[in-house]
Structure formats: structure tokens, C-alpha cells
């Protein structure tokens, strides 16, 4: 009876998505979710980069690849061992967020901005997943080039992705490891 706690309960990750883009009215509800959220010092370090240029993907998809393939595969997820693994999951739209590089805060406000992103896109329909995949793209030699292509401020790295659309798959929300707290009381 509380549609904010049900909206965080019912969230889960999505990996398989509908090619249907999403409207513009959808991404402006998503981004001004992004940009209320709460930021250290209300400095809100961060820039949303709304991606629908699949051909860009794609290139992103294929340097991290090149650069997760350098590791060792002990370290990699094993879901690289399908040689079609898209890191995006075919999602049409992908929201990337950089932060200012020299703000302390700048990965604890990213994922802050990012979980209010995905709930927002939980409470109108939508599917997400979070991608820190991604950020071996920005270790590659093509690293500038990405940067540029995905209009980063020049002070900005790239701290998390978000991929988002309309769910193809089916899968519960995970369960709670309730042994993870303490009372000191
Ligand atoms: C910081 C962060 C980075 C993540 N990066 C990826 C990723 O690159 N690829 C992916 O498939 N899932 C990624 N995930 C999603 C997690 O695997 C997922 O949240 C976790 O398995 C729990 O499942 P749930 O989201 O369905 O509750 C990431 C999640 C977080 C919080």
C-alpha cells in the first residue's frame, strides 16, 4: 500500500529488452529523477549522456570486450563466454553518467542518481539494468574518442551506465539477505 516501497521491491535487474524506443515524455521523467536526487554539498557533479545511437553502442560494446578479454579470465563474468554477449543488452536506450573527476563524492552521487533512475523507470513500466561493465571501454586506446562521442564535460569520467527499456524477460526480484544487519541498541 506504499508505492514507493513497492517500487523498490518489484525493481530487478532486465536483460533482454523490446526493440520499442522510449518516448520522449519517458526519458524526461527519467532524467529529472536523475537530477532531483540528493548530491554531496548539493553539487550535483554529474552529466546524463541519453544514448539511442546504436551504432555507437556497438563500437563501446566491442572496446570492452577488447579490454576485458586482456584480463584474466578468473576475473571476467562469465557471461563473455557467449561471443554474442552485448554489454547493453540490445536496450534502445542507454544512460551513461559521467561525474566531475575532482569531486571526492563523485561514484557515491552517480549511484545515487542512478538508483533514482531505475526506480523511476520501475514506476512507469520500464526495465533497467545498471552497467559498470562499460567503464573498460574508457581504458581502451578508443577512451578520448568515446568521451567526445558521448559529449562528457572535459572534467568528467565516466562512472556508470544504465541501460533501459521495455523488459523481455521474466524474473523475480532477488531475495533479501536479511543476515546482513546489525542492531546496536
Ligand atoms: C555498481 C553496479 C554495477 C553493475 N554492473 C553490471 C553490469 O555491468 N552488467 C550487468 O549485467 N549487471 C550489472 N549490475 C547489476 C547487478 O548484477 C544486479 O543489480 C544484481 O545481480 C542484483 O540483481 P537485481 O538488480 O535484479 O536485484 C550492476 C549493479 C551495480 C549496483
Given at each position: 500500500?506504499?508505492?514507493?516501497?513497492?517500487?523498490?521491491?518489484?525493481?530487478?535487474?532486465?536483460?533482454?529488452?523490446?526493440?520499442?524506443?522510449?518516448?520522449?515524455?519517458q526519458i524526461q521523467?527519467?532524467?529529472?529523477?536523475?537530477?532531483?536526487?540528493?548530491?554531496?554539498?548539493?553539487?550535483?557533479?554529474?552529466?546524463?549522456?541519453?544514448?539511442?545511437?546504436?551504432?555507437?553502442?556497438?563500437?563501446?560494446?566491442?572496446?570492452?570486450?577488447?579490454?576485458?578479454?586482456?584480463?584474466?579470465?578468473?576475473?571476467?563474468?562469465?557471461?563473455?563466454?557467449?561471443?554474442?554477449?552485448?554489454?547493453?543488452?540490445?536496450?534502445?536506450?542507454?544512460?551513461?553518467?559521467?561525474?566531475?573527476?575532482?569531486?571526492?563524492?563523485?561514484?557515491?552521487?552517480?549511484?545515487?542518481?542512478?538508483?533514482?533512475?531505475?526506480?523511476?523507470?520501475?514506476?512507469?513500466?520500464?526495465?533497467?539494468?545498471?552497467?559498470?561493465?562499460?567503464?573498460?571501454?574508457?581504458?581502451?586506446?578508443?577512451?578520448?574518442?568515446?568521451?567526445?562521442?558521448?559529449?562528457?564535460?572535459?572534467?568528467?569520467?565516466?562512472?556508470?551506465?544504465?541501460?533501459?527499456?521495455?523488459?523481455?524477460?521474466?524474473?523475480?526480484?532477488?531475495?533479501?539477505a536479511t543476515d546482513?544487519?546489525?542492531?546496536?541498541?
Open positions: 500500500m506504499n508505492q514507493v516501497l513497492d517500487t523498490i521491491a518489484a525493481r530487478r535487474s532486465h536483460r533482454a529488452y523490446a526493440p520499442t524506443q522510449l518516448t520522449e515524455e521523467i527519467l532524467l529529472k529523477a536523475g537530477m532531483d536526487s540528493p548530491s554531496a554539498v548539493n553539487r550535483q557533479p554529474w552529466h546524463f549522456t541519453v544514448v539511442q545511437n546504436q551504432a555507437l553502442l556497438k563500437e563501446i560494446n566491442q572496446a570492452v570486450w577488447e579490454e576485458t578479454m586482456k584480463q584474466n579470465p578468473e576475473n571476467r563474468s562469465p557471461r563473455f563466454a557467449d561471443p554474442n554477449f552485448d554489454v547493453f543488452y540490445h536496450a534502445p536506450t542507454v544512460i551513461f553518467i559521467s561525474a566531475d573527476k575532482e569531486n571526492y563524492w563523485n561514484h557515491m552521487d552517480s549511484g545515487i542518481a542512478c538508483q533514482n533512475i531505475c526506480l523511476a523507470a520501475e514506476s512507469i513500466g520500464l526495465g533497467t539494468v545498471i552497467l559498470g561493465m562499460p567503464r573498460a571501454a574508457f581504458q581502451n586506446e578508443k577512451a578520448d574518442q568515446f568521451r567526445k562521442a558521448l559529449l562528457f564535460p572535459e572534467t568528467h569520467e565516466f562512472t556508470i551506465a544504465i541501460a533501459v527499456g521495455t523488459p523481455t524477460d521474466h524474473k523475480p526480484a532477488h531475495l533479501p546482513r544487519i546489525s542492531f546496536v541498541r
